[in-house]
């Protein structure tokens, strides 16, 4: 028993360490504190000791070489036969600092189990005043639900907010926009986006001929994965105006909203992201908006999302409140909290250094991918890049697995309209990218 005790301790001692040393921003101090947790006969003396492989630059964003990435064991860099990782759509930097210690707190006091008034209430308190201040959007917390992801989130509207055989998705879209209500039996009617010169946006017509159909929902997303347009104002209202006329509900993802490239310095032409529910009152009662923070702060295994619902909903919302919170983490709750209260500057930072990598992107197709075309994107770090000019116009990301070792996301996976389009993740340290996209180069043949 005394042997157990003492392995206890030595667990909730460590565990806080841990979460600090993987987390650090700087490569050196993990590599640094990972030595001294080591036991001193480990360190074998008359060995030379290894420097670290890892040089500091002037971002913290850009401090990681391919073989460091590999060993964080990231999903993104979880490889098969791969070299290089850009499909997961999760970034290859170290979470903020204020989440980082959020979590290491929670861990230090043994806050580790299952979700509890108060952290559920800081989440949600930290969202409701992020909204406010990002996006002048005034909710109350009573109008927020907890949940364990936005895909716990859709299946739950699907199948306790909304009766609909049928649902409409604008395409290309995030693959479990399609899998999931198909799962759940439903019919699922692709709405083809158009694209002009590079530029998508919804073909409002056959959104409206779909709802004449008979299908009752919709499921937006906005910012779009995976072609990063901002939807105008302009636009979403005139989706609410179809919707509101057919009776119809929305399900609008706006995970990717934080990672907006808002017009100001260095960005001239850029958007700012709308919500959906926000342009009248008919969006705002026939819509459940679903918004999490780990996309824009990269803490994608932190279980947390929020369900923004209007007043018809609130009788279904009350009722499977406790439920849905169940689905989330203790950790994430707390990690959230922390990034809607304390992490923007670290967004800004970090914007600003995707802002540099989309156009860096340019640059580089423009260099090494003859006939492939690129629109650079109003937010996150998603490039939909169109080979269908090119060799490789039937299966671009088969071909650049095959040929270039570099993992990324077919396009038909997004739908129809992704055919001889690939998803790739930019979302990495600026010599890594021209890594990845000159590995494509290289192996890409010329017509």
């Given at each position: 028993?005394?042997?157990?005790?003492?392995?206890?301790?030595?667990?909730?001692?460590?565990?806080?360490?841990?979460?600090?040393?993987?987390?650090?921003?700087?490569?050196?101090?993990?590599?640094?504190?990972l030595?001294?947790?080591?036991?001193?006969?480990?360190?074998?003396?008359?060995?030379?000791?290894?420097?670290?492989?890892?040089?500091?630059?002037?971002?913290?964003?850009?401090?990681?070489?391919?073989?460091?990435?590999?060993r964080?064991?990231?999903?993104?860099?979880?490889?098969?036969?791969?070299?290089?990782?850009?499909?997961?759509?999760?970034?290859?930097?170290?979470?903020?600092?204020?989440?980082?210690?959020?979590?290491?707190?929670?861990a230090?006091?043994?806050?580790?189990?299952?979700?509890?008034?108060?952290?559920?209430?800081?989440?949600?308190?930290?969202l409701?005043?992020?909204?406010?201040?990002?996006?002048?959007?005034?909710?109350?917390?009573?109008?927020l639900?907890?949940?364990?992801?936005?895909?716990?989130?859709?299946?739950?509207?699907?199948?306790?907010?909304?009766?609909?055989?049928?649902?409409?998705?604008?395409?290309?879209?995030?693959?479990?926009?399609?899998?999931?209500?198909?799962?759940?039996?439903?019919?699922?009617?692709?709405?083809?986006?158009?694209?002009?010169?590079?530029?998508?946006?919804?073909?409002?017509?056959?959104?409206?001929?779909?709802?004449?159909?008979?299908?009752?929902?919709?499921?937006?997303?906005?910012?779009?994965?995976?072609?990063?347009?901002?939807?105008?104002?302009?636009?979403?209202?005139?989706?609410?105006?179809?919707?509101?006329?057919?009776?119809?509900?929305?399900?609008?993802?706006?995970?990717?909203?934080?990672?907006?490239?808002?017009?100001?310095?260095?960005?001239?032409?850029?958007?700012?992201?709308?919500?959906?529910?926000?342009?009248?009152?008919?969006a705002?009662?026939?819509?459940?908006?679903?918004?999490?923070?780990?996309?824009?702060?990269n803490?994608?295994?932190?279980?947390?999302a929020?369900?923004?619902?209007?007043?018809?909903?609130?009788?279904?919302?009350?009722?499977?409140?406790?439920?849905?919170?169940?689905?989330?983490?203790?950790?994430?709750?707390?990690?959230?909290?922390?990034?809607?209260?304390?992490?923007?500057?670290?967004?800004?930072?970090?914007?600003?250094?995707?802002?540099?990598?989309?156009?860096?992107?340019?640059?580089?197709?423009?260099?090494?991918?003859?006939?492939?075309?690129?629109?650079?994107?109003?937010?996150?770090?998603?490039?939909?890049?169109?080979?269908r000019?090119?060799?490789?116009?039937?299966?671009?990301?088969?071909?650049?697995?095959?040929?270039?070792?570099?993992?990324?996301?077919?396009?038909?996976?997004?739908?129809?309209?992704?055919q001889?389009?690939?998803?790739?993740?930019?979302?990495?340290?600026?010599?890594?990218?021209?890594e990845?996209?000159?590995?494509?180069?290289?192996?890409?043949?010329?017509?």
């Amino acid at each position: 028993m005394l042997q157990m005790m003492r392995v206890s301790e030595c667990i909730c001692s460590t565990v806080p360490t841990l979460l600090a040393t993987f987390c650090s921003p700087c490569p050196e101090n993990r590599i640094a504190a990972l030595g001294n947790m080591l036991p001193k006969q480990t360190q074998r003396p008359g060995r030379c000791r290894r420097e670290p492989v890892l040089q500091m630059h002037d971002s913290p964003f850009a401090v990681y070489d391919i073989e460091a990435l590999r060993r964080m064991r990231r999903a993104k860099w979880a490889l098969e036969t791969e070299k290089y990782g850009a499909a997961v759509a999760e970034m290859d930097f170290s979470p903020a600092p204020p989440i980082i210690s959020a979590l290491v707190d929670a861990a230090r006091r043994g806050d580790m189990g299952y979700p509890h008034p108060q952290a559920l209430e800081s989440a949600s308190v930290s969202l409701k005043d992020w909204l406010k201040e990002r996006h002048e959007w005034t909710v109350s917390v009573s109008d927020l639900v907890t949940v364990g992801g936005l895909i716990h989130a859709l299946e739950a509207f699907l199948l306790h907010f909304v009766s609909s055989t049928s649902v409409v998705v604008p395409t290309p879209a995030y693959p479990p926009f399609l899998s999931v209500p198909r799962g759940l039996g439903l019919e699922v009617l692709e709405s083809p986006m158009l694209c002009d010169d590079g530029q998508w946006r919804l073909d409002l017509d056959d959104i409206d001929k779909a709802f004449s159909s008979g299908a009752r929902v919709l499921i937006l997303c906005n910012p779009h994965n995976p072609t990063g347009t901002v939807f105008t104002r302009e636009e979403l209202v005139a989706v609410s105006e179809i919707v509101d006329r057919h009776r119809g509900r929305v399900f609008s993802d706006e995970i990717h909203a934080p990672l907006v490239y808002a017009p100001g310095a260095g960005r001239p032409s850029g958007r700012t992201h709308v919500p959906y529910a926000s342009v009248s009152s008919a969006a705002t009662e026939h819509t459940v908006t679903g918004v999490s923070a780990t996309k824009a702060w990269n803490i994608g295994g932190m279980s947390c999302a929020h369900m923004i619902i209007s007043e018809q909903d609130r009788l279904t919302a009350n009722r499977l409140a406790a439920v849905l919170a169940h689905s989330a983490s203790t950790l994430g709750l707390w990690a959230t909290a922390a990034a809607y209260r304390e992490g923007g500057p670290w967004l800004r930072d970090v914007v600003s250094y995707l802002n540099g990598n989309r156009h860096r992107l340019a640059d580089l197709v423009d260099k090494h991918l003859p006939g492939v075309k690129y629109r650079v994107p109003d937010a996150s770090y998603l490039a939909w890049l169109d080979f269908r000019a090119t060799e490789w116009s039937d299966e671009p990301a088969r071909h650049a697995r095959s040929s270039a070792g570099v993992s990324t996301n077919e396009g038909t996976d997004y739908g129809a309209p992704g055919q001889g389009f690939l998803r790739l993740n930019f979302a990495t340290p600026a010599a890594v990218l021209e890594e990845i996209v000159g590995a494509l180069g290289h192996t890409l043949p010329f017509r």
